[in-house]
C-alpha cells in the first residue's frame, strides 16, 4: 500500500465526524493539529485509554519506520591553558588541533560556540556564562539530529555499548572518580589528569546535543541509532510517518474521538477508541513480530556487560 497523506487524513477525519470539510465548525487548521497530535502520540506511546481514563497499558516495542541513525567521530578532551572570565570572546586551549574548526564545546555544565580554530586558542567566542579556571576540562560537544526524539542505542568502535549519564552527574563523576587522582597540574602530565582512564559514556543535553565524555582517543566511531520524530504534516501532500493503513486506521480516529469526548459525546466517543486501540495494537504487535523474526541490527549480549557483537 501507498504511504497516506495528510489529504488522505482530513478525507477520514470529516468522514468519521460526519461533517463536511467546508463547512465544520473544525477548520482545516484545527483538523491538522489534532492529525499531527495524534501521530506523535502513536509514535512516542503516549496513548489515553478514554475507557480507563488512564495511559494505555502498551508494551514498548521499537517501531522500525521511525529509526534513523547518525555517526560521530570521537575528539580528545582537552584543557584550559589559561582562566576566562565571563562572557569572554576567546578561549586559550592546551591543544585544540583535534576539534572541529567550527563548533561547540562544553566546560563545567557551560555549552560554548566558537566560530574559528587556531589550534591553541578558540575565536569568536559566544556562550561565556561565567568564568572557568585554568586547566578545566573542555569537551566536544555536538548537535543532536534535528529530527531526534530518543536513542535505541548508541555502539562507540564498533564493539562496546555506551552507557546513558545524565549531564548533571558527570562533572562530579570525573572529579571524584574512586581510584583515580588529579595529576599534577604542574608537570606534563596535565593532560592525562586521571591515573586510571574511565569506561565511556554519553549524555543527551536539553535535547539538542550529544556529549561523549572520557573518550581519550581521537577518530574512533560513535554510531548513534535513534529514533525520529514524527514529520509534521503541513501541506495536503504531506506524507504520514507512520506507514499504509495503520496512519488511516488510528490517526483521524484518535483526533475525531478526542474531539467527541471533549463535547460531551462520550458513547460514540468510546466506540470509537475501542477501535483505534485495538489497531494501535495489532500495529506494535506485528512491528514486535517484525523484529523478532530479524537479527539484523540487533544487538546480542556476549559475555561482559559492557561487549555486545553487532549484526
Known sequence: MATKTLQNMRDIFYAILKENEDTSAYPLTLADVLINSAQNNICSWNITDLNTSNKAKIEK?????????????????????????????????????????????????????????????????????????SWARVTQIFSLPTDYATTNRVIYNS??????????????????????????????????????????????????????????????????????????????TDLCTIP????EQTIPFIAVADILWHRGEEARALELNKFWVGKVLSMYDYYANFNNESLHNQRIECGSADAYLNI
Open 159 to 236: 564493539q562496546i555499548a555506551l552507557k546513558n549519564r545524565d549531564y548533571r552527574d558527570i562533572y562530579m563523576q570525573l572529579n571524584n572518580f574512586k581510584g583515580n587522582v588529579w595529576a599534577n597540574n604542574n608537570v606534563s602530565t596535565t593532560l592525562n589528569r586521571f591515573t586510571q582512564d574511565i569506561p565511556p559514556f554519553y549524555s543527551i543535553v536539553k535535547q539538542d546535543y550529544f556529549l561523549p565524555f572520557q573518550l581519550n582517543n581521537s577518530w574512533y566511531a560513535i554510531h548513534q541509532i535513534y529514533e525520529k520524530t514524527p514529520t509534521a504534516m503541513t501541506a495536503w
Open 61 to 133: 516495542w521499537p517501531l522500525p519506520f521511525l529509526y534513523s541513525d547518525k555517526f560521530y567521530t570521537t575528539v580528545q578532551d582537552n584543557y584550559l591553558s589559561a582562566a576566562t572570565t565571563i562572557w569572554a570572546t576567546t578561549l586559550s586551549i592546551t591543544d585544540s588541533s583535534w576539534f572541529a574548526s567550527t563548533w561547540s564545546v562544553w566546560i563545567d555544565w557551560n555549552i560554548i560556540t566558537y566560530t574559528w580554530n587556531t589550534w591553541t586558542w578558540f575565536t569568536w567566542v559566544t556562550g561565556v556564562l561565567f568564568a572557568h579556571k
Open 244 to 247: 499504509d493503513a495503520y496512519s
